[in-house]
């Protein structure tokens, strides 16, 4: 599971076996938590994630969703830059 990018804490990754993990998601992580969220809609697939951190989550994919796409096409990861 690459690690893409680290910011306030979060770490966003991205299992690249999509034929297993379908739709396109990325997973992000806090000391206590652990969500996929949609490359789609940055939206929090399943489970529990701070309200707080749900929008930082969101607003890093709607701006990477390109290339987060890419890589779940490609399954070849880059390391983005972090949100400021």
């Known amino acids: 599971m690459p690690t893409i990018s680290y910011f306030y804490g979060i770490i966003i990754v ?3 076996r999509n034929k297993e ?3 396109p998601h990325i997973h992000a992580i806090t000391q ?4 996929p969220f949609l490359v ?5 697939m ?3 994630f701070p309200p707080k ?3 930082l989550v969101k607003e890093f994919i709607m701006q990477y969703q390109k290339e987060l ?3 779940w096409e490609t399954e070849k990861y880059i390391k ?3 949100l400021k």
């Open 21 to 23: 993990h379908n739709p």
């Open 53 to 55: 951190a749900q929008a």
């Open 46 to 48: 399943e489970g529990e």
């Open 32 to 35: 206590d938590f652990d969500a």
């Open 80 to 82: 983005l830059p972090p």
């Open 69 to 71: 796409l890419e890589m």
């Open 14 to 16: 991205m299992y690249l």
């Open 40 to 44: 789609s809609t940055g939206e929090l």
